[in-house]
C-alpha cells in the first residue's frame, strides 16, 4: 500500500495506522540516507538500517513477496533474508517444477511458503491449482488474495472453505466491479466484498496468521482509508475472540 514511498516513510504511515506487522516488497528502497532497497542483494548496512528502522516503530516483518526466484542459490537467498528477520513466510508464485525444492528448502529454514494468486490467467487463480502445489509439501501454504479472487469471479469464503488448513496469510482489498480481471481497488467495505462473512469463516478456520492491507488506489493519499481498514478488520475480528 506504501510502495510508493521509502521503507523509512511507510513505517512511519503504517505506524500512524496502528499496524504492527508487515509485509514487505521487494525493490523498496529503504531511505533513511540509504539508496538501497530492501530484497536480496542488501548490505550490512542496509540490513542494520532496516532492523534500527523495525525497532524505532515497533513494527516486525511477518512475510515478504511477491517474489519468484527461478534457481536454487536465490531460493536460498530468500529463506536466509527471511530467518535473519524472523519472517513467518514468503509470499511466491513459483514455477510447478520447484515445487518440491521450495518445499525442502522451507522445511530446512522453518519457514513456511504462501502461494499468491493473481486474477486469471495467472497459473494460481483458482484454489484447486493451489491445492494441486500443497499437496504432498507440508511447507507450501496459501496466501489469499480476497480481491483477486473477486476479480476471477470466485467467491472468497469459497475459496476460504476450500483452502481450509492451509491459509497461511492473506491479502485484504476491496474491488469496484466483480469478476472483472480490471476491476480497480477502492478502500475495504466501499466496493463489493462483503467482509463479514469473510471473518466470520477465518474465525471458524481459527486463523491466525495476518492479513495484509493491500490497497492499490489513492496511492499518494490512503493512509486515511488505510486506517479505517485497520480500524474496521480489528473490529469485526474482535467479534469472534
Given at each position: 500500500?506504501?510502495?510508493?514511498?521509502?521503507?523509512?516513510?511507510?513505517?512511519?504511515?503504517?505506524?500512524?495506522?496502528?499496524?504492527?506487522?508487515?509485509?514487505?516488497?521487494?525493490g523498496?528502497?529503504?531511505?533513511?540516507?540509504?539508496?538501497?532497497s530492501f530484497?536480496?542483494?542488501?548490505?550490512?548496512?542496509?540490513?542494520?538500517?532496516?532492523k534500527?528502522?523495525?525497532?524505532?516503530?515497533?513494527?516486525?516483518?511477518?512475510?515478504?513477496?511477491?517474489?519468484?526466484?527461478?534457481?536454487?542459490?536465490?531460493?536460498q537467498?530468500?529463506?536466509?533474508?527471511?530467518?535473519?528477520?524472523?519472517?513467518?513466510?514468503?509470499?511466491?508464485?513459483?514455477?510447478?517444477?520447484?515445487?518440491?525444492?521450495?518445499?525442502?528448502?522451507?522445511?530446512?529454514?522453518?519457514?513456511?511458503?504462501?502461494?499468491?494468486?493473481?486474477?486469471?490467467?495467472?497459473?494460481?487463480?483458482?484454489?484447486?491449482?493451489?491445492?494441486a502445489?500443497?499437496?504432498?509439501?507440508?511447507?507450501?501454504?496459501?496466501?489469499?488474495?480476497?480481491?483477486?479472487?473477486?476479480?476471477?469471479?470466485?467467491?472468497?469464503v469459497?475459496?476460504?472453505?476450500?483452502?481450509?488448513?492451509?491459509?497461511?496469510?492473506?491479502?485484504?482489498?476491496?474491488?469496484?466491479?466483480?469478476?472483472?480481471?480490471?476491476?480497480?481497488?477502492?478502500?475495504?467495505?466501499?466496493?463489493?466484498?462483503?467482509y463479514?462473512?469473510?471473518?466470520?469463516?477465518?474465525?471458524?478456520?481459527?486463523?491466525?496468521?495476518?492479513?495484509?492491507?493491500?490497497q492499490?488506489?489513492?496511492?499518494?493519499?490512503?493512509?486515511p482509508?488505510?486506517?479505517?481498514?485497520?480500524?474496521?478488520?480489528?473490529?469485526?475480528?474482535?467479534?469472534y475472540r
Amino acid at each position: 500500500s506504501f510502495r510508493m514511498f521509502t521503507m523509512e516513510e511507510g513505517l512511519r504511515k503504517a505506524d500512524s495506522a496502528g499496524v504492527r506487522v508487515i509485509e514487505a516488497i521487494p525493490g523498496q528502497k529503504i531511505g533513511g540516507g540509504l539508496t538501497e532497497s530492501f530484497g536480496l542483494t542488501m548490505s550490512p548496512e542496509a540490513k542494520a538500517k532496516v532492523k534500527e528502522l523495525l525497532q524505532k516503530y515497533n513494527i516486525q516483518i511477518r512475510a515478504f513477496g511477491v517474489i519468484s526466484p527461478t534457481t536454487r542459490e536465490d531460493w536460498q537467498k530468500v529463506f536466509a533474508l527471511a530467518k535473519e528477520f524472523n519472517m513467518s513466510y514468503v509470499t511466491s508464485e513459483p514455477r510447478k517444477s520447484l515445487w518440491g525444492m521450495i518445499d525442502s528448502l522451507a522445511g530446512e529454514n522453518k519457514i513456511k511458503v504462501a502461494i499468491h494468486e493473481h486474477a486469471r490467467p495467472n497459473l494460481y487463480w483458482h484454489p484447486d491449482s493451489v491445492l494441486a502445489a500443497v499437496k504432498n509439501h507440508p511447507n507450501i501454504g496459501c496466501c489469499a488474495d480476497l480481491g483477486h479472487w473477486a476479480r476471477s469471479g470466485l467467491d472468497p469464503v469459497d475459496c476460504l472453505k476450500k483452502l481450509e488448513g492451509h491459509v497461511l496469510g492473506g491479502h485484504l482489498k476491496d474491488i469496484k466491479v466483480f469478476n472483472d480481471t480490471r476491476a480497480g481497488d477502492t478502500p475495504v467495505t466501499k466496493g463489493v466484498i462483503s467482509y463479514p462473512p469473510i471473518f466470520e469463516e477465518l474465525a471458524r478456520q481459527k486463523f491466525s496468521g495476518m492479513l495484509s492491507i493491500e490497497q492499490e488506489s489513492n496511492w499518494y493519499n490512503s493512509l486515511p482509508d488505510i486506517t479505517n481498514t485497520v480500524r474496521y478488520s480489528k473490529g469485526e475480528m474482535a467479534k469472534y475472540r
